[in-house]
């Protein structure tokens, strides 16, 4: 069975300094790690995924297969990074494309 | 820009209405998903549809079903509404090849 599981629910930080998300997960195959986030008053929307190797909004996450982990980091949060981050899996299959998302971590940057 | 538009935004029922919710998306994704949004449990697939009339029971369809008779509308079916289906609905879509989710902006369902 696929899970993800991301154990904060919630985070505070102050302004200026680093920030880590935790999402391990478990899964048998070679699946594709996301991180959502949901500003307030706005929709879900894709942050980055692991296999862009992309930085967004300087936002990174590195998929440690031997871990089984998808951290989110950024080095110097701000105060506009306060959101709820969702990390989700998605198997590979040929139809659907389910999505598993973790149970959510709700960040706030504090001044 | 993908849109995925859900029909209203807020919405009150009584116990055991029949509640529709509706899902539209522009952008001719095969995929589509409907979740339920609550605190400290994130999100949760009710069912999900990867063709027109096509669907598969995600993790807590009970209570819910759906339909897809265009390939655009997803709509998520409460046949006889519960306060337990007091929730923030997602609905989401997603082109197979490219398996990035867009989602709407919700639509916050009180059963009373």
């Known amino acids: 069975a696929q899970r993800v599981t991301q154990p904060e629910k919630l985070l505070s930080v102050f302004k200026g300094a680093p920030v880590e998300l935790k999402c391990n997960y478990s899964?048998?195959?070679?699946?594709?790690l996301f991180w959502y986030v949901q500003y307030s008053r706005q929709r879900l929307q894709l942050l980055l995924r692991?296999?862009s190797r992309e930085s967004i909004k300087g936002f990174t996450a590195d998929l440690n297969k031997g871990e089984t982990s998808f951290h989110l980091k950024k080095p110097f949060a701000q105060e506009e990074d306060s959101a709820m981050y969702y990390c989700?899996?998605?198997?590979?299959?040929?139809?659907?494309?389910?999505?598993?998302f973790g149970t959510g971590t709700s960040l706030t940057v504090i001044p | 820009d993908v849109k995925v538009t859900q029909s209203s935004r807020y919405l009150v029922k009584r116990t055991g209405e029949k509640v529709f919710l509706e899902c539209v998306q522009d952008?001719?994704?095969?995929?589509m998903f409907w979740y339920r949004q609550d605190p400290g449990l994130g999100l949760r697939l009710i069912y999900f549809?990867?063709?027109?009339?096509?669907?598969e029971k995600g993790d807590i369809p009970e209570g819910y079903s759906v339909s897809r008779e265009k390939k655009e509308r997803f709509s998520l079916i409460l046949e006889s509404a519960s306060t337990n289906q007091t929730s923030m609905y997602l609905c989401?879509?997603?082109?197979?090849?490219?398996?990035?989710?867009?989602f709407g902006a919700g639509t916050r369902l009180s059963v009373l």
């Open positions: 989401a879509s997603s082109e197979g090849a490219k398996n990035i989710q867009y």
């Open positions: 952008m001719d994704h095969e995929n």
């Open positions: 692991h296999i």
């Open positions: 549809s990867y063709d027109v009339k096509m669907k």
């Open positions: 899964y048998s195959g070679s699946p594709e």
């Open positions: 989700a899996l998605s198997p590979k299959t040929n139809t659907g494309n389910q999505f598993y």
